[in-house]
């Protein structure tokens, strides 16, 4: 009696198995490897905490007071307050340029769609108006915290309720809000509205970049006219790694002269005998 090894059998197995159901298992790899490529075509720049994580502490990674992207839209209740100023700075974001129009900024943000879906790690259940919604609304509120942050005296409106501005309490949590890795829209899609807004036929409103904004609101001592152009985050909080990671010191390379040799480490050893 011949001996089948382990391996031998369990490949016999599958090759049985493929032959009396070839187009079950093919199917079904197709249908897999058809996913792949769409989850492999994604940024995945925005992400879900792993459970294991999040269970050390689930209230570190919830936004407090303001909700921004899709990832906690299902709880918009608990932001109630917040989500109706953000009707409020949508207004005043489109009173700033009156060159601009609703239609032309819902049109814009309708071509960055797909790309800003495709920023996150997990399936978007928003229809595209919702979701298009979504990013008006969170990315004017955003521009909006911003802009009155850095000249307050020149571009709040006089008849504005600003609860951030008035509140040192809940600058701060907004702050700590926009920081939640779960909490973002893609920097791009925020860039791109600060862009739209600025831009007029007699040229830009301000003489800033959105990212220039982003060090102002946050207190970084950064010179806004020093920032590259070319440096593209992917959302706020990686504003702030790269940030991080510019302030320490980098370690100097080890000198190839002070690693001894094999015939220094040999006489070293003949020495100890």
Avoid at 7 to 16: C, P, R, S, T, V
Avoid at 218 to 238: M, R
Wanted: aromatic fraction near 10%.
């Amino acid at each position: 009696m011949a001996f089948t090894s382990p391996n031998e059998e369990i490949g016999q197995q599958i090759l049985e198995i493929s032959t009396e159901d070839d187009g079950g298992v093919v199917a079904s790899l197709e249908t897999k490897l058809l996913q792949r490529e769409h989850f492999i075509s994604r940024k995945n720049w925005i992400f879900k905490i792993p459970a294991r994580i999040r269970e050390l502490d689930e209230k570190t990674f919830i936004p407090k007071a303001v909700s921004i992207g899709p990832l906690h839209r299902k709880k918009l209740e608990h932001y109630e307050a917040m989500e109706k100023y953000k009707v409020h700075y949508l207004k005043q974001f489109l009173d700033r340029n009156p060159s601009k129009t609703l239609t032309d900024c819902v049109k814009m943000l309708k071509e960055l769609e797909e790309e800003a879906r495709g920023c996150y790690a997990v399936d978007i259940c928003l229809k595209s108006d919702e979701f298009v919604e979504m990013m008006m609304l969170d990315g004017c509120f955003i521009i909006e915290c911003f802009l009155m942050s850095w000249k307050p005296a020149e571009l709040r409106y006089p008849h504005s309720h600003h609860p951030l501005l008035n509140h040192t309490y809940m600058i701060t949590v907004c702050e700590e809000d926009l920081m939640l890795v779960e909490n973002q829209l893609p920097y791009f899609v925020l860039d791109a509205l600060f862009d739209f807004i600025n831009t007029s036929d007699s040229g830009k409103l301000w003489e800033i970049s959105f990212l220039g904004l982003a060090f102002i609101f946050y207190g970084w001592n950064a010179d806004a006219s020093n920032i590259s152009p070319e440096c593209k985050p992917i959302h706020l909080l990686d504003i702030l790694y790269r940030e991080y990671i510019t302030r320490i010191p980098k370690s100097k390379p080890v000198s190839m002269d002070r690693i001894p040799r094999t015939t220094q480490l040999q006489g070293q050893k003949t020495d100890a005998f």
